[in-house]
């Protein structure tokens, strides 16, 4: 009895061990996916600011601009007319770029490979500038509660207050400061200086030293880091300085790249202005004096990009289209494509062709919009992108389309959607689902009659249904055979308009798959020297949309099925069977049911094994000497189930096979007799074993390829050659 109360005793403890340890477990599974949820969370979400300071907007971005919160590590993509916050940091990747306009009207433009961090304070726009090009441009910022702006790189700080400047450091390198309007006032740790529009300031990056040259050229157009937009391949541009009194000839050069190892265009010209024809892209341009000396005698370096500007194109309303209502003035949706390098769009709308007549001017940052008109009539109406970055012109706007607003007296008659006209429709399926009609509604309609009858006219198996929305669903199935049906619109059970378009549907039969192949009973064979080869199933289609259920199996009862895979067409491959006897058969899934609607017979096939390549018996890498031979014997081990083979001999001559004869033959020997085809060197022979059906010997099944090399050589032996003239020889000796 004792020994009855331990034994109960340790399983009860075993019980509450095993209690405590599930418990245990659920509550680190319950940890561990909620903190892996929170860490998901908190890497793939973009932050809600709420109270923090914005700061300005990314009105343009090109390719890849990322931007990165404070306190965050995260780096995520910018879209157009994105906020951006105080201390945020934005980059670009290479040939990208973004342009930054703050609160004050400050426009920051970024090269590639560039990042800031911007940081505002009560009194100051300070940017910390890592690496790439920047420019700072303020010649538009007004007076009023002016900050000052200061880029700080490293110990060097430039600050600005109404000028235009541009900036650049690569990574080691040198920090340069051009000034192209106004003055910036320059700090080092070693010296501070004002460089003008006219100097050019370098601070090198090895001692912290600022040198300030006065330069030659002052580049006027294209502004520094200008887009320029283009609606074809190639166009014009202009391209003036300022040359300071000087009166030698200037190179105006154009490269691809800033440091110009590639020059794509040049010209020489004793004026201040030189002019291209430029495709799309990005381009570097300067000027500098033939004759000149020393870097004073060279402009700066300014980039400027053309883009290939699409113009806007309208989609909806369709032109020319009538849009029609009864009692309430309609909400028109006004839609068009979007423009990349649009800020904003200006739809204006119009009763004359011309737009002079103006009945309604919108400004919308989205690519479509809904309004109202008051008065019925015929409308005309465009709309032109607007840019921050590009300028856009007329040629960018859209054509003008026009739309007419009718009032009517009755309602249009509702348009039908489904069942589509002439549309098939499966008695299998409606055995499982009933059958829906649904057609177009208005927003001041709110009931409908539908007619459902098996003839035109409306007499026969009529069904007549009042509706208060715009679909209704059979109560019965319908027999098989074609139906027609209508709709019109009701308003407190008065017909308001006519009846739609008589719509006409098909009720099928019960329709079964029909298999096509493999045919029942048929012998398949393997291919090559596999075990495992593709066989195609096919059937024929029926008429309702669905998936087809492939199943093949060990035995007629499916039991044990072996493989299963579905198709929506009207055939499948399977690629993984083996050699033996298997049943096939395909079953139906209707696709709005989802349910088993019909299956095929039941039919059978055998997968053959494949033929086993012959083994090579002679001749195999040995060297044959054909004194005395008469024909060479090609032999083989015999391959079960091959009903011929077929024999190949190749010449090898630097590498490369020749063919020199080709065989079939039924045995397992050949003697190849032909010696007048072969010479003295290397040789290759295949034998492929081969399984034909059928009185013209169609080939259904072929081993792999064996190969044996051999070489010919002849050893007749030399005889002394007899000299027979001249008879008399004369030996000269000294």
């Known amino acids: 009895m004792k020994a009855e109360n331990q034994i109960s005793m340790k399983k009860k403890r075993s019980m509450r061990l095993l209690k405590i340890d599930i418990l245990v477990l659920s509550i680190s599974a319950v940890i561990i996916t909620t903190f892996s949820l929170l860490l998901y969370l908190d890497l793939t979400k973009r932050i809600e600011f709420g109270a923090t300071q914005q700061v300005g907007n990314i009105i343009f971005k090109r390719k890849v601009a990322q931007r990165k919160y404070n306190r965050q590590v995260i780096w995520e993509e910018v879209e157009q007319n994105q906020t951006l916050y105080n201390r945020d940091s934005i980059r670009t990747a290479e040939n990208s770029d973004a342009v930054i306009k703050l609160k004050d009207g400050t426009r920051i433009e970024l090269g590639e490979n560039s990042m800031i961090l911007l940081s505002l304070s009560s009194d100051a726009i300070n940017i910390n500038f890592a690496h790439g090009t920047i420019y700072a441009k303020r010649d538009a910022v007004g007076l009023q509660d002016l900050k000052k702006l200061t880029i700080q790189s490293n110990k060097t700080s430039v600050s600005i207050d109404t000028s235009n400047i541009k900036v650049s450091e690569s990574i080691g390198k040198d920090i340069q400061v051009i000034v192209s309007k106004g003055t910036a006032n320059i700090k080092t740790d070693k010296e501070e200086r004002v460089v003008t529009s006219r100097e050019k300031a370098t601070i090198r990056s090895a001692t912290g030293e600022m040198t300030v040259e006065k330069v030659v050229y002052r580049l006027i157009r294209p502004l520094p880091n200008e887009f320029l937009g283009n609606p074809g391949t190639v166009m014009p541009v202009g391209f003036t300085w300022d040359q300071n009194n000087y009166r030698g000839l200037s190179r105006c050069e154009l490269s691809r790249d800033s440091d110009f190892s590639g020059i794509v265009q040049a010209t020489d010209t004793s004026d201040s202005a030189a002019s291209f024809s430029l495709s799309p892209g990005n381009y570097y341009w300067r000027v500098r004096a033939i004759k000149g000396k020393g870097k004073s005698s060279e402009s700066e370096t300014r980039r400027f990009t ?328 090609f032999r083989w081990k015999k391959t079960r189930g091959a009903t011929s083979y077929h024999l190949q001999l190749f010449a090898v001559k630097g590498g490369i096979r020749h063919l020199v004869f080709h065989e079939r033959t039924a045995g397992n020997e050949y003697r190849f007799s032909q010696l007048k085809l072969l010479d003295r060197g290397e040789y290759l022979w295949s034998i492929k074993a081969t399984r034909t059906e059928g009185t013209g010997g169609k080939i259904v099944q072929e081993s792999a390829v064996s190969r044996g090399l051999f070489t010919i050589k002849l050893d007749v032996p030399y005889k002394k050659p007899k000299i027979l003239s001249p008879r008399t020889q004369y030996i000269q000796t000294q």
Do not use: C
Not at 449 to 471: C, G, H, P, Q, W
């Open 306 to 633: 053309i883009l290939q500007v699409r113009p806007v194109t309208l989609r909806a309303p369709e032109h020319a289209s009538t849009i029609t209502y009864l009692r309430e003035t309609p909400l028109i949706q006004l839609q068009w494509n979007k423009n990349n390098f649009a800020t904003s769009y200006l739809i204006e709308i119009s009763k004359s062709p011309d737009m002079k007549n103006t009945v309604r001017t919108i400004e919308s940052l989205d690519t479509r919009i809904g309004l109202t008109l008051e008065k019925p009539g015929t409308y005309f109406w465009k709309v032109s992108p607007k840019s921050g970055v590009v300028s856009l012109n007329e040629s960018w706007s859209s054509a003008v389309n026009s739309f007419t607003l009718a009032q009517q007296t009755r309602y249009q008659p509702p348009l039908l959607h489904f069942p589509g006209n002439n549309e098939k429709i499966s008695s299998l399926e409606l055995a499982h689902r009933k059958l829906l009609f649904n057609w177009e509604s208005n927003s001041e309609i709110r009931a409908f009659r539908i007619m459902i009858a098996a003839d035109r006219a409306f007499s026969k198996e009529l069904i007549t249904k009042d509706v208060e929305a715009n679909y209704y669903s059979t109560g019965s199935p319908l027999s098989q055979g074609t139906w027609h049906w209508k709709v019109a619109a009701l308003h407190n059970g008065t017909q308001v308009s006519d009846y739609s378009n008589t719509g006409s549907f098909i009720i099928t039969g019960r329709e079964s798959v029909e298999l096509l192949t493999p045919a029942d009973s048929e012998i398949l064979y393997l291919k090559k020297d596999t075990e495992q080869s593709g066989i195609v199933f096919s059937w024929r289609k029926i008429s309702v949309p669905g998936t087809y259920n492939v199943e093949i199996s060990n035995d007629r009862n499916f039991s044990n099925i072996y493989r299963t895979f579905n198709s929506t067409g009207y055939s499948a491959q399977s690629n993984n069977i083996t050699s033996g006897s298997y049943y096939w058969r395909v079953r139906f899934i209707g696709e709005k049911s989802a349910k088993e609607l019909t299956r095929s017979i039941v039919r059978s096939f055998t997968l053959k094994a494949p033929l086993v390549a012959p083994e090579l018996v002679s001749p195999v890498h040995t060297s044959i000497d054909m004194k005395n031979r008469t024909a060479i014997p």
